[in-house]
Structures are given as C-alpha cells and as structure tokens.
C-alpha cells in the first residue's frame, strides 16, 4: 500500500502532461497504451473508410461490449458512410449530427481523456480530429440488492446498499422523488481517484454542516482511499475521541429518513456503507423500526437499548468497585455467597475481570474472522467451555462469569458497531477507575466522560442536541418517541437567497 510519505514518483508524474490528441488515430492509441503500460484489457478497435477513420477504446470489464457492438458501433458506422469525416466543419458538429444512445461528451484534455476511460467511458477518435468524444457506458458487475447483514430488523425494508454508487444513489431517488434533492460529487486520493457523494436536500439540509462537510472531504489529502471508514477518519473533528461523530449505515431507508431532517449523507464508490451527518449521541440509540412500529413498542426499546449501553459499558466496573471496597453496599446474604466463591482464588477482582473480559474479546474476534459456518459455533462454545474450566480450576469465580456474559450480551443490544465499540474500549477504563477509587472512581470518569461529551462536535453541530443545548421541542423524539401524529409538522423549505 502506497504511504503519505513514500519516496515513490507521485502518480501525477507519471503522465506527461504534454501529451495532446493527435488527428492520427493510430496514435491516440498507442499514446493511451504508453500512458496505461501496454495493459492487458485495454480493447480497441479501428474503422477505416474511404476518406476517414474512427477508433473506439474501452477498457474490458467497465463497459457493457454489449451495448457498445449492438448500438454504439452501428450507428457510427452508418454516420460515417454517409460523412465526409474530414471535413473539419463536420467533426465539430459531430455530436450534433450523431445519435448514440448513450451520454456523449467531448474533451481535447489528454489527462481528461485518460480518466474518463479508467472511470468506465469508450473513447470515440475520429480522424483529423484534435477532440476526443467520451461515450459514458459504465457497467461492471457488482453485488445484488441484498438485506444488510449489520443493521437488521424485524419490520422494514430489506433493501441495502451495495459497492456501486450509482445503484446506491438510484435506491435513494426511488425513496425521495423531490427535485431539491442534490447529489454532489468529489474526487478523493491521489492514487485510487475515488469518486465521494455529498447527498442533501436543498432548502432542508443544515447549510453550516453542508459547507464544513464539502471543505474538509476537499482539503482530504491521501493517496488512497478504499472504505468510508477511512474517509470518516479524514473528515471528523480534530482531537482524538473515542466516540464516532459520524453514523455509518448500510439502509436507504436511513439515509432517506436522515435527509429529510435536515442532515446529509456521504457515500463512495466501493463502499456499502453510508455515513450520516451531523449525528447526535442520542441518534446513535434509534432505529429506522422504531417508527415502523408503534411509539409505545419504540419507545420501551430505546429504554432497553440505553439500559444494555450502560451494563455493557459500567457492570463490570461496578462488580470491581462493590467486591473490592464497598462490600457494605452489597446485601448480607450475596456478600456471603460472593465470599465464598472467591475465597481461595489467585487474583483479585480487578484482574479476574480483565482476564475474563479479555478473553471475551479474543473469542468475539476469532467468531467474527472464521468461516461463517463454524465461527457462530466456536465463539459460543468457546465462551462456555473456558468459563466452565476457568470456574472448575479456581482461576474465576463464577459471579464473574455471570458478569461477564451479562456485559456481553448487553453489548449487541446496540442497533450500531461504532458505538458498541466504543462501549468496549471505555469499559476497560472504567475498571482501572474501579479499582482505584470504587464507586468514587466510577462517579470521576462517568463525570469525565460527561464533560468529554458535550464539548464534541459533528460537522461542526453539537454533539449532545438536544440535551446540550436543550430544546424542549425536539424532545419528543430522543430517549422517548411521541406518536407520528403528535410530533408531525409541516417543514417549511428555507428562503432561496
């Protein structure tokens, strides 16, 4: 992989720039052959009649050769036998006179014409010509319209975004038919020249975060670029935090949802996953079913959601604390019991629980990164069998593999990875805290974390909204959700300048 410092000839000196379109065709060809070192699914034809002569030039695998032999070539070959194509008067109106069933633009930029062809164009030469015609017939195989496998539900769409941005964005405009609705279009990495979206509705989307989110995807710089997660670290607010400022999906019907309130999307070619922004913390505890169902079923599952964020994230921490300094908060009967299983073990209950919690971690790793058949299986049995050995041995208590399995199961409560995982990361911490200054501890980071929170921003919004700053309206729809028809106003569309 190429390095931001790397000694290597930077890709744009590799390209002479100087390089024109000739009006030889022949050698337009072999000046793109040079530029692409002679690659072997570089495909191109030459036509020759009487006075004149065309070429085409694809790249196998990018376009539909389908299309280009059953509608492209034969309408040029029937303009051409009723032209005089080196007449310089008719080359220029070449486009006008032609018509292919495609989009057909013109250039005499050589570098335009070279990425036109690697984006998936057929490049029409034509002889004595000094101007390139691009034929945009992009078409390559890709996955099909499947269900996200990250973000499930119960009831909703099953459609999700694959590695194409052009099925991606028409899985948008079949959601929003509004002609405000705006696709703005980025080129990111020196190398990999990967095109990004900016997706808004006009009128709707909060102008501010707009203008920070086109600015920083432009300062970009990077050689390569290959997964929005890497572009999410390129774009997000500088500092360091463990917690994501931006919510990444994999469902249209989110990113739909998310754009008409106001917020816009980020996607790029190669990437099935969306990212939104400016998110809130709180957005990253709602689901696109929770107004697929009724508020009162939505609304008693976001409870549960923030209850499972908080076991996950504080139980262990709180078992460390309670065992190791404030046993007189524990009832008689269970402090009882928990002496008991611990009496006789090696470690105290801050390494037991690391040790427990580290092993967790390591079996949820190795279920993730094995064959999907057996990876469910081993993580499973995995988890059983060495708590059941740890318990056996005397290395554990069995209060802390209880512990444990709770924290676990809390942890993919959560509907986002992103956020889950930052879960992971400060539950670690939040033990240390723990054991240091038991309950105490816990009430300094928690207070910490709190302050940490609230100085965050997204795309330059506050990252606690609407809690920090508070508005009263929009509570109707955070930890709880008020019904559809309660909540429901007319937008009104901002004043056009």
């Given at each position: 992989?190429?390095?931001?410092?790397?000694?290597?000839?930077?890709?744009?000196?590799k390209?002479?720039?100087?390089?024109?379109?000739?009006e030889?065709v022949?050698?337009?060809?072999?000046?793109?052959?040079?530029c692409?070192?002679?690659?072997?699914?570089?495909?191109?034809?030459?036509?020759?009649?009487?006075?004149?002569a065309?070429?085409?030039?694809?790249?196998d695998?990018?376009?539909s050769?389908e299309?280009?032999?059953?509608?492209v070539?034969?309408?040029?070959?029937?303009?051409?036998?009723?032209?005089d194509?080196?007449?310089?008067s008719?080359?220029?109106?070449?486009?006008q006179?032609?018509?292919?069933?495609k989009?057909l633009n013109?250039?005499?930029?050589f570098t335009?014409?070279?990425?036109?062809?690697?984006?998936?164009?057929?490049?029409?030469?034509?002889?004595?010509g000094?101007?390139?015609?691009?034929?945009?017939?992009q078409?390559?195989?890709?996955?099909?319209?499947e269900?996200?496998?990250?973000?499930t539900m119960?009831?909703?769409?099953?459609?999700?975004?694959v590695?194409?941005l052009a099925?991606?964005?028409?899985?948008i405009?079949r959601?929003?038919?509004?002609?405000?609705?705006?696709?703005?279009?980025?080129?990111?990495g020196?190398?990999?020249?990967t095109m990004?979206m900016?997706?808004?509705?006009?009128?709707?989307v909060?102008?501010s975060?707009?203008n920070?989110?086109?600015?920083?995807?432009?300062?970009a710089?990077?050689n390569?670029?290959?997964?929005?997660?890497?572009l999410?670290?390129?774009i997000?607010d500088?500092?360091y935090?463990p917690?994501p400022?931006?919510?990444?999906?994999?469902?249209?019907?989110?990113v739909?949802?998310a754009?008409?309130?106001?917020k816009?999307?980020?996607?790029?070619?190669?990437?099935?996953?969306a990212?939104?922004g400016p998110?809130?913390?709180?957005?990253?505890?709602?689901t696109a079913?929770?107004?697929?169902?009724?508020?009162d079923?939505s609304?008693f599952?976001?409870v549960?959601?923030f209850?499972a964020?908080w076991i996950?994230?504080?139980?262990?921490a709180t078992?460390?604390?309670?065992?190791?300094?404030?046993?007189?908060?524990?009832?008689?009967?269970?402090?009882?019991?928990?002496?008991?299983q611990?009496?006789?073990?090696p470690?105290?209950a801050l390494?037991?629980?690391?040790i427990?919690?580290?092993?967790?971690e390591?079996?949820?790793?190795?279920g993730?990164?094995m064959?999907?058949?057996?990876?469910?299986?081993?993580?499973?049995v995995?988890?059983?069998?060495i708590g059941e050995?740890a318990?056996?041995?005397?290395l554990?208590s069995p209060?802390?593999?209880i512990?444990?399995?709770?924290?676990?199961?809390?942890?993919?409560?959560?509907?986002?990875y992103?956020?889950?995982g930052t879960?992971r990361?400060?539950?670690f911490?939040?033990?240390v805290?723990?054991?240091?200054?038991?309950?105490?501890g816990?009430?300094?980071f928690t207070?910490i974390?709190?302050?940490?929170?609230v100085s965050?921003?997204?795309?330059?919004?506050?990252?606690?909204a609407p809690?920090?700053?508070?508005s009263?309206k929009?509570q109707?729809?955070?930890v709880?959700?008020?019904?559809?028809?309660?909540?429901?106003?007319?937008k009104?569309?901002?004043?056009?300048?």
């Amino acid at each position: 992989m190429w390095r931001k410092k790397s000694k290597n000839v930077s890709p744009t000196t590799k390209i002479d720039t100087t390089l024109t379109i000739k009006e030889d065709v022949g050698k337009n060809i072999e000046q793109i052959k040079q530029c692409l070192g002679e690659p072997f699914d570089l495909v191109y034809k030459v036509y020759e009649f009487k006075h004149s002569a065309f070429a085409l030039c694809y790249i196998d695998g990018l376009i539909s050769t389908e299309d280009i032999e059953r509608t492209v070539i034969p309408s040029l070959m029937n303009w051409f036998k009723e032209n005089d194509s080196s007449k310089e008067s008719v080359i220029k109106d070449f486009s006008q006179h032609i018509q292919v069933p495609k989009k057909l633009n013109t250039t005499s930029d050589f570098t335009v014409l070279l990425t036109a062809l690697l984006r998936g164009s057929t490049v029409l030469f034509i002889k004595k010509g000094t101007e390139a015609f691009l034929i945009s017939d992009q078409h390559w195989e890709t996955r099909s319209i499947e269900e996200p496998s990250s973000q499930t539900m119960v009831r909703g769409p099953r459609e999700g975004f694959v590695e194409a941005l052009a099925v991606n964005s028409t899985l948008i405009r079949r959601r929003i038919t509004n002609p405000r609705l705006r696709f703005k279009s980025f080129i990111v990495g020196e190398i990999t020249q990967t095109m990004v979206m900016v997706i808004y509705i006009e009128g709707l989307v909060n102008e501010s975060a707009l203008n920070v989110a086109c600015s920083r995807i432009t300062d970009a710089k990077t050689n390569e670029i290959f997964e929005s997660g890497m572009l999410e670290e390129l774009i997000e607010d500088k500092g360091y935090s463990p917690f994501p400022t931006l919510i990444d999906t994999e469902r249209p019907d989110v990113v739909s949802a998310a754009l008409t309130e106001g917020k816009l999307a980020i996607m790029m070619e190669g990437s099935p996953f969306a990212l939104i922004g400016p998110a809130t913390f709180i957005s990253y505890f709602q689901t696109a079913e929770d107004y697929y169902n009724r508020f009162d079923l939505s609304t008693f599952l976001r409870v549960i959601r923030f209850i499972a964020f908080w076991i996950a994230f504080a139980l262990p921490a709180t078992y460390v604390a309670l065992t190791t300094f404030h046993q007189e908060l524990i009832p008689t009967d269970l402090l009882i019991s928990l002496a008991a299983q611990r009496e006789g073990l090696p470690f105290p209950a801050l390494v037991e629980a690391l040790i427990m919690e580290t092993v967790f971690e390591i079996l949820r790793e190795a279920g993730i990164r094995m064959p999907r058949p057996i990876g469910p299986a081993v993580s499973i049995v995995g988890a059983i069998v060495i708590g059941e050995a740890a318990v056996s041995a005397g290395l554990v208590s069995p209060a802390i593999v209880i512990v444990v399995s709770l924290t676990a199961i809390s942890s993919f409560a959560n509907p986002y990875y992103s956020i889950a995982g930052t879960g992971r990361i400060m539950r670690f911490v939040l033990m240390v805290f723990a054991a240091t200054a038991g309950i105490f501890g816990i009430l300094i980071f928690t207070l910490i974390l709190c302050v940490h929170l609230v100085s965050l921003k997204s795309l330059g919004q506050p990252y606690m909204a609407p809690f920090a700053p508070f508005s009263l309206k929009k509570q109707k729809d955070t930890v709880l959700r008020f019904p559809l028809w309660w909540t429901k106003r007319k937008k009104r569309w901002k004043q056009e300048a």
